[in-house]
C-alpha cells in the first residue's frame, strides 16, 4: 500500500467515525426530546388530577358533579372486558400462530393469509368497531352489550398477537426441536414442552403490548353503542357498559374545567392499570429468560 492510498484510508476512516459520533448525538437526543415530552405529559396530568384521586373517587359512580364524579362503573368495566378479551384473544392469536408455524404447509394459501393478517394489523381501529358492530350487534344479536364490545376488542388485537407470537416461535432454535424428535417425543410433545416454554417471552411481550392497546382504544367501543353513563357495575355479559377511555372522553368534552382535572384523575388511574399489566408480564417474562 503506497502512502497516497493510506492516507485516503485515514480519511475515511476520520470521516466514518464523525459520522458515527454524530448519529449517536442523533440517537440522544431524540431519546433525551422523548423521555422529556413524556415527563412533562405526566407532570401536566398528574399536577391537574392528583387532588381528585381518593377512595371515593375509584368507589363512586360518573356524577353531574365533579366533587362527587367516579370511575367506579368505567373502571369495573375495563376490567370485565378485558376478561373476555385476554383469554378470547391470547387462545385464537397463539393458537392461530402455532397452527401457521408448525402445522400448516407452506402454500400460497398460506402465504396468502399471512400477508391479510399482517395487514389487519396495522388497520385502524374504527374499522374493527363497525366490523363488530355489523357482525356481534347486528349479525348475532348481542346488542350493545359488554360480550359484544370484547369480541370486537378481541378481533382488533388477534392480528398483533398473531404476528408477534409467530416472531418468537421463529426464533426458537431449531437443534432444541431436533433433541426433541431424537428422544421421541411428539410434535405437539416438542411444541408443549421445548417450544412454547422457549418462546412464551416473546409471546408475553406481543400479548401485553396487544392487550395494553385494547385497555387504551375507546373509538371501536363508541362505534358498537359503548356507554359514557351508567349507575351500575356491569355483572351479565349482555348488560350495557363504559370503560375507562370512554369515560375520560366524555368528561374532557365538557366545558366545565374542574371535569378535565377528574378526567386527568381518570388517566392516571388507568396508567396505573397498564403499568401493573406490564409489570405482571414482565414477571412472568423475565422467570421464563431464566430458565431458557
Known sequence: MNMLDHKAMQKRMKRRFRIDVLQRLLFVLATVASLLILLLLIYQIVKQGISYIDFGFVTHFSSRRPEDAGIAAALWGTIALMSIVTPV???????????????????????????????????PSIVFGLLGLTVFVYGMGLGQSLL?????????????????????????????????????ATKWRTLRSVVIPAAFPGILTGCILSLSRAVGEAAPLLVIGALAFIHYIPVNPLEGFTVLPIQIFNWMSRPQEEFHSVAAAGILVLLALLLAMNAIAVLLRNRKQKRY
Open 89 to 123: 384473544s391470547l387462545l385464537l392469536g397463539v393458537g392461530t400462530a402455532l397452527y401457521l408455524e408448525e402445522y400448516a404447509p407452506r402454500t400460497a394459501f398460506t402465504r396468502f393469509v399471512e400477508l391479510n393478517i399482517h395487514t389487519l394489523a396495522g388497520v
Open 148 to 184: 359484544a364490545g370484547g369480541l370486537t376488542m378481541s378481533l382488533l388485537v388477534l392480528p398483533t398477537i398473531v404476528v408477534a407470537s409467530q416472531e418468537a416461535l421463529r426464533s426458537v432454535s431449531r437443534s432444541l426441536q431436533e433433541a426433541s424428535y431424537a428422544l421421541g
